[in-house]
């Protein structure tokens, strides 16, 4: 199978996500999105409305991140930033997942949690990153069957905070335990054509990509001149 560029751009959820994101930064992202025609741009609360306001008139999609990156706030404050997001008129938000509670085996919090924002994106839609890098297989598991029971558009596999990145092991788990209940994004350590076509393959629709690494990719895609091959894969292989 071959997708073109255009099936490509769509999948980039690019973002400027760094400690020290300036506004240089933020000019940077809404300029590259136009660019390259992504799907979709990310940056911290503080420039949320600035960025509903800069992509107002494209295409690409306003995206939020919402207790990014840890995951640790309260609830009610993740439902308070999600009423904030969705009020400016949020297209994406992805929320991450209280990662200690799950490893805690606390899982009728994080299901409350998710199921929380959930409640109050109901116009949007939602993503719910479990930093599967930080998990075991059978926490990886855990997480994508709440995440699928809490009716989140997308299960997330990670932040990009952590040192370790997104496997293709993680994928095959991901989609093996959710199947066709919610659909995947992959972030985290996504930086090659090679290993977003072959996550595609995986059945992987969203990618979430640094700044940096989104351009570096997009240039890999431009030049397969809208032949960008899909490989055949079979997730048991990776399991």
């Known amino acids: 199978m071959k997708i073109t560029y255009a099936q490509f751009a769509k999948m980039i959820d690019a973002s400027a996500l760094k400690l020290d994101t300036s506004f240089d930064d933020f000019r940077e992202l809404v300029g590259t999105c136009k660019k390259y025609k992504f799907g979709c741009a990310f940056i911290w609360p503080a420039y ?19 207790a990014f990156p840890s995951g640790q706030e309260p609830t009610e404050i993740k439902v308070h930033q999600a009423r904030i997001f969705t009020s400016l008129g949020a297209d994406q938000v992805d929320m991450v997942m209280n990662i200690g509670f799950l490893k805690s085996g606390k899982y ?9 924002v959930r409640e109050a994106t109901k116009s949007t839609s ?42 293709l092991h993680h994928i095959a788990v991901m989609k093996k335990t959710v199947g066709n209940r919610c ?27 640094g700044l940096k690494s989104s351009v570096a990719i997009a240039e890999e895609a431009i030049a397969c001149h809208d032949e960008i091959e899909i490989p055949e894969i079979n997730i048991e292989d990776y399991l």
């Open 108 to 116: 009728d919090l994080v299901h409350d949690d998710i199921a929380a």
């Open 183 to 209: 659909k995947i994004k992959a972030a985290g350590g996504v930086r090659t054509l090679d290993q977003l076509v072959k996550m595609v393959a995986m059945g992987v629709t969203q990618f979430g990509v």
């Open 126 to 167: 939602l993503k719910v990153i479990i930093e599967a890098m930080l998990l075991t297989d059978e926490e990886i598991t855990a997480a994508c069957k709440i995440v699928a029971d809490c009716n989140a558009d997308y299960v997330k596999s990670g932040t990009g905070f952590s040192a370790a990145p997104t496997t």
């Open 48 to 66: 949320s409305a600035m960025l509903a306001e800069a992509l107002k008139d494209t295409d690409i999609e306003f995206g939020t991140s919402l």
